[in-house]
């Protein structure tokens, strides 16, 4: 049984351990609303401060070090300055950093893409996921002479009110109910657009016949569907599109695509990608100031070269053993865990029930808390939601430490 008072005594412990972290976060909040510029990363008391990282080891300004199991929420596929990455930079940085022209290194980085999903027949650069899932969005009204969305409860596509909702262009319905999507789902409809795995929303995967029914259905009412690999193209080399065999319109991939550089990415079939051709009558103009960005085209690509099958199958191992023993040690200290995993993600849900959908994702936000600062008091870093996102360059023995980490935060939450 979690501890009810465990939460303030770790956050006392938290506290003593991070004075520099809480003077950092008084001279932040006098700037920045809140003392943030990114809602999901802020936790009471505050956030731990950053001060460097390498390979699979963060900093704080307070001297404590963490290993980072949630890598940027995904986008640090090989962790922190990747050498190869980090070359990749250097050398771009020192061409002129960005053009106001093509260039070839945002070629080198479309045809490795285009190559390696199978949706992605043509792609354009955007700045993030969010852009990109917005280009998308207009990329199917063109498309389709219709204007709205169908997006699922648990789903999170980008920061802006046409996707966050709610917004009168867009109904959302439960994930993994395809009786809820045909209910709602006419010829007013322009897209669909899923995560094959909800990874804000829990790490819940799709069922493989949910995705297959809603190409179906799709295609019965000539509303594309639009698959966003922001998360999951770590999952396998030509992401989850792969491992379901999806036929999907539109693809949209952003985080790990830049090799920590700010990216995204819209693809899909070339014959819709029509719209956004110059030369098409009515053409959308889509612009961006970094759009397709020196920097991030370059490291992006070096990232991807080294996730391989072979690296990307050795990094879902790992989360798998991660996964058990996560499972076992909650047990053994009483606390209701369900570990939920897609490839390298995970999501430790302090719930005695596996979630299908974000509905069923229910735990107590105490625990949650005190799970999360256990873990920084025991040096893992995971996010202060439960997501955990591995990397290539995590040892077998920091594996190891993670675990027993996770273990000894138990413990803690359980101490009386
Ligand atoms: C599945 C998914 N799509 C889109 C986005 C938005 O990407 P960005 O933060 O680059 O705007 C995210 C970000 O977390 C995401 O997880």
């Known amino acids: 049984m979690v501890n009810s008072k465990c939460l303030p005594l770790l956050m006392k412990e938290f506290e003593a351990r991070t004075p520099r972290s809480r003077q950092v976060a008084d001279r932040a909040r006098r700037v920045l609303p809140g003392g943030e510029t990114r809602s999901i990363t802020f936790y009471p008391p505050y956030p731990a401060s950053i001060t460097k990282a390498a390979g699979a080891v963060i900093t704080d300004v307070d001297g404590n070090s963490y290993l980072d199991i949630l890598n940027n929420y995904t986008a640090l596929v090989h962790g922190h300055a990747f050498p190869p990455v980090v070359e990749a930079a250097r050398a771009a940085a020192s061409e002129g950093v960005v053009y106001p022209a093509p260039h070839e290194a945002q070629l080198d980085l479309a045809e490795h893409l285009i190559a390696r999903h199978a949706v992605a027949q043509q792609i354009r650069f955007t700045n ?41 262009q867009v109904t959302r319905v439960p994930f993994n109910d395809p009786a809820a999507v045909e209910e709602v789902l006419d010829d007013t409809i322009a897209a669909v657009l899923i995560e094959p795995c909800l990874g804000v929303g829990g790490v819940i995967a799709a069922e493989p016949e949910f995705i297959q029914t809603l190409r179906d259905m799709t295609y019965k009412v000539g509303a594309l569907l639009v698959i966003d690999e922001v998360q999951t193209l770590r999952a396998s080399y030509g992401g989850a599109t792969e491992l379901y065999e999806v036929d999907a319109d539109l693809v949209v991939m952003a985080k790990l695509i830049g090799g920590g550089y700010p990216t995204g990415v ?16 009515g053409a959308i103009k889509h612009s961006g100031t970094f759009n397709g960005h020196l920097v991030s085209a370059r490291a992006g690509l070096v990232a991807l070269e080294h996730l391989t099958q072979p690296a990307i199958d050795r990094m879902n191992a790992s989360a798998e053993k991660l996964a058990n023993r996560i499972e076992v040690s909650g047990r053994t200290n009483g606390v209701p865990v369900i570990v939920t995993r897609f490839g390298s993600m995970l999501h430790v ?16 936000p105490t625990a949650v808390s005190a799970l999360h600062l256990a873990l920084l008091l025991e040096g893992v870093f995971a996010a202060p939601r439960g997501l955990v996102a591995l990397s ?25």
């Open 128 to 168: 993030s996921g969010t852009e990109a899932t917005l280009l998308a969005m207009r990329t199917a009204q063109a498309v389709t002479g219709r204007d709205r969305f169908i997006l699922f409860e648990g789903g999170y596509h980008g920061s802006a009110p046409l996707i966050t909702g709610p917004h009168p």
């Open 266 to 281: 819209m693809g899909g079939r070339a014959s819709h990608l029509r719209v956004l051709d110059q030369a098409t009558p």
């Open 392 to 416: 290539t360059v995590l040892t077998d023995d920091q594996l190891d430490s993670v675990a027993a980490g996770y273990e000894r935060a138990f413990a803690r939450m359980t101490a009386h």
């Open 349 to 364: 849900h302090l719930q005695d029930h596996e979630p299908a959908n974000a509905g069923q994702v229910t735990p107590d």
